[in-house]
Structure formats: C-alpha cells, structure tokens
C-alpha cells in the first residue's frame, strides 16, 4: 500500500504560480500522476511521469504545468504558472498503473486526499 500526502495548494490570483508537492513511498516503482477535479466536473488528468522520467501533460495546461519528481526524496511535484480560474479544483496526486492511460482515473491505484487550488 502506498500512502500519498499532497501540499501546497492555496487561494492565488490569475498569472500567479503555485507548486503543489506529494510525499509517499516508493515511487521509482510506479508511473505517477496528477489529477484535478473542479466543482460539478469529473476528475481528470494533469500530468504524469514515467518511472524513467518521460512526461505527459493535458493539453489545456501545456506551457504552463510542469511535473517533476525526486526519487531520493520519494516527492512529486507540480510546478503550475500562469494560473487561470478554470485551474480551480482540488488537486490529488496517485500512482498509475498503465503509461498509456495515464489520465483516466479507474487507472490510478493509489491516491492522495487532495489539495485545494483557487485561482481568482
């Protein structure tokens, strides 16, 4: 069982930056990933990196989001900027368990308890 703490979510303006991080266990094992889930919308994925280090991002935050990890630290990271209200939602880290379905939550194994973004 892996457990995932994420961080770093607040109430920000638009153009600003946030990093959100995650904490947990093992992750050179796992593909992990970025979810969001926006008030009356279904959760979807932000971004996910491979155990190897290559990257998927929404198309909607390309340019804009980053994902990162550190092995070492066992920490994910999501470096956001230029922050728009439709980023608004509550952001959850989880592990993945197929590279090519990364942003289809049933897929995701393990998850986070989230951390809120507002962005006004």
């Known amino acids: 069982h892996v457990q995932l703490v994420e961080s770093g979510g607040g109430s920000v303006e638009a153009g600003e930056s946030l990093r959100l991080s995650c904490v947990g266990s093992d992750f050179s094992r796992y593909y992990m990933a970025w979810f969001r889930e926006a008030p009356g919308k279904g959760r979807e994925g932000v971004a996910a990196?491979?155990?190897?280090?290559?990257?998927g991002i929404k198309d909607s935050v390309k340019g804009r989001f980053t994902i990162s990890k550190d092995n070492a630290k066992n920490t994910l990271y999501l470096q956001m900027n230029n922050l728009e209200p439709d980023d608004t939602a509550v952001y959850y880290c989880?592990?993945?368990?197929?590279?090519?379905?990364?942003?289809?939550?049933?897929?995701?194994?393990?998850w986070g308890h989230g951390t809120q973004v507002t962005v006004s």
């Open positions: 990196i491979g155990m190897d280090g290559r990257t």
């Open positions: 989880a592990t993945s368990t197929h590279w090519g379905k990364w942003a289809i939550p049933s897929f995701a194994e393990y």
